[in-house]
């Protein structure tokens, strides 16, 4: 290792003094992104996709664990496997298309082939290559990863075998991921159509700004303000918006409006209230889903919830419904996967009342993501200070934080590890502790 | 009947592409009927561009120049941080060819790129694809009834708005 990094250095976690803090180091550092590709993005478990995404017999679809090629695929017989989409006889990503479907799968450069099972089915002109004994003795299929892990849908894989299993990495947000899948019974499907940005700084600046509550209103009053005038006139050529019903954001909001949670493994939820109204899509199945899984569940379907499984996967339900998959470039360059995730069957009106809300806040050609994502670049230019590393962004909420849940989350017994319930103005920042302590846990064997 | 010939329609695509490298909206806005569609579709894992707004996703999806109109509001807001410090663009268009649908419409074809410097980074980019307009005469005037934006380089960096397209 040419550089050493003090764990104390990068991450001042002392709650007994009431202090937690983030070094910019983490942000900016090249050597630290390489480690971290290793340890945190190849070294445990991330989101790959969704079943859904090769559901037929010898589907297929590709994606990377880290800088790794992987292709995660369904048999002949229907079975999935995550598999290093890398041809073992010179490292050729096998597999260039997103998806398809294949029973054979033939290496571009000398023309191995695999089967949908990752099994070699024939190395050319093997019998007249001359090979020694050594080759034999040698596995020639593709390379199953070490991990891999399904649940409902959402799947998972590690590079690294000495990892928990896939129940207990996600532990209680099962709950919250079935939150999305139970909204139909049919489940979840991704909406055709994939929209991928770039930007120029730390994925760290996404994972964060998904659960942090305090910028909403800061860096989005220009779409703020259209919602306004929409709702005002009311007019029948722009869509309705589901943040105009809600309270959650609005500064001048009394009571209880929502707040955060944090989760054993570095996933979090911040989390609003937002009433059951026609501005959502699911409003069509409200009675169903109430039926089916009671009213509480159903309340809970209808916040805004905004889940981040760490490392990789956020799923943003508030002004529509979007799975994100954080895909790290560089220390300073991050590449976003982004997807309207919905239940299967909802009516037609209500997909595309679904896709319109999407449009125009999530996607990098609408009127909310730019201001975000410019805003990441303006914090990784930032990140450069060095007179003063410690960043003062991880501080609201430490001394509204408890153990363990609160009167909300026993509604759908949830048991976070800790929580914080709030009002619109406490935006908490506490939660993004879990994210670096999940961090530094990934991190152990070179961050001590 | 009133036929817009191919110098013509090129002139069109010309002034459109001149208003919005001005960044004169105003009269950007003024080109498109009010029932207007905007569209610009997102690309399937497939290969292929989505082709049906309201079951699959767009990059941009507007029915109505309302919605335009919110775009530039949003723009020259001064709220906005993605807006405050303005790209410069030049937009080239080129291989306009057109097709009378009706004696009211014309379809346009044409490519184009749009060099974007984003001043607040010094950063620089190309977008570009296929334009297909629509052009409807109204009260004597041609104005924007459809305008599909097929834009070929979908990986987005950082930012696209809609004087970038």
Known sequence: MSKNFALRELIDDRPQDGVFRVNRTLFRDPALFDLEMAHVFEGGWVFIGLATQAENPNDYFTSFIGRVPIMVSRDA?????????????????????????????????????????????????????????????????????????????????????????????????????????????????????????????????????????????????????????????????????????????????????????????????????????????????????????GVAKRNWMFNMRNLTIFPNLQIAENASSQMRVIRPIAHN???????????????????????????????PTGMATPDDTVCYEEAQLGMAEQERPWLQGHARGLAATVEGGNEYSDMIDLKPARSVLADAQLCDESLFGSYYRAWAARMKEVVA | MTVLGRAEAAAFLYREALYLDRMD?????????????????????????????????????????????????????????????????????????????DDRTTRLDSSFIVNVHDVRTHRGHAYFGRYEHELRLENGEWKISRKVIRLMNDVVPTMLDIYGI
Request: glycine share 6%.
């Open chain 1, 77 to 293: 017989k229907g079975e999935l496997r995550c598999l290093i989409n890398v041809c073992p006889h010179k490292g050729v990503r096998l597999v260039q298309k997103l998806c398809g479907n294949a029973s054979r799968h033939v290496c571009p450069y000398h023309s191995w082939t695999f089967d949908s099972t990752g099994a070699n089915r024939n190395i050319k002109w093997e019998k007249s290559g001359c090979y020694a004994a050594g080759f034999d003795e040698e596995n020639h299929d593709l390379a199953p990863v070490a991990r891999f892990g399904e649940y409902r849908g959402f799947l998972f894989a590690s590079l690294n075998p000495d990892v928990p299993s896939l129940e207990d990495f996600l532990g209680e947000t099962r709950k919250l991921l079935d939150l999305v899948v139970d909204k139909s019974p049919e489940g979840v499907e991704l909406v055709p159509g994939r929209v991928c940005f770039t930007y120029a700084a730390n994925w760290k600046m996404q994972l964060e700004n998904c659960s942090d509550q305090y910028h909403f209103t800061s860096t989005h009053p220009s779409y703020i303000r259209i919602l306004d005038q929409r709702a005002k006139e009311q007019a029948s050529d722009v869509v309705e918006a589901t943040l105009g019903a809600a309270d959650f954001w609005q500064e001048d909001a009394s009571g209880i409006t929502g707040g955060t949670m944090s989760f054993d493994h570095g996933h979090v939820l911040n989390w609003g209230v937002m009433p059951v109204t026609s501005a959502q899509p699911d409003f069509e199945r409200a009675e169903q889903i109430a039926e089916a899984h």
């Open chain 1, 333 to 363: 360059l991050t590449e976003m996967q982004t997807w309207c995730i919905a239940p299967r069957g909802e009516s037609a009106k209500a997909r595309a009342l679904r896709i319109r809300q999407y449009e125009d806040f999530f996607n």
């Open chain 2, 25 to 101: 909206f105003d009269l950007w806005l003024d080109l498109y009927t009010s029932d207007c569609l905007f569209w610009m579709p997102a690309w399937r894992d497939d290969g292929k561009q989505t082709d049906d707004p309201d079951s699959e996703l767009s990059l941009i999806f507007y029915r109505g120049r309302r919605n335009l109109e919110d775009r530039v509001q949003r723009i020259r807001s001064g709220f906005s941080v993605a807006s405050v410090v303005m790209p410069r663009v030049a937009h080239m268009i080129g291989n306009v060819l057109a097709e009378p649908v």
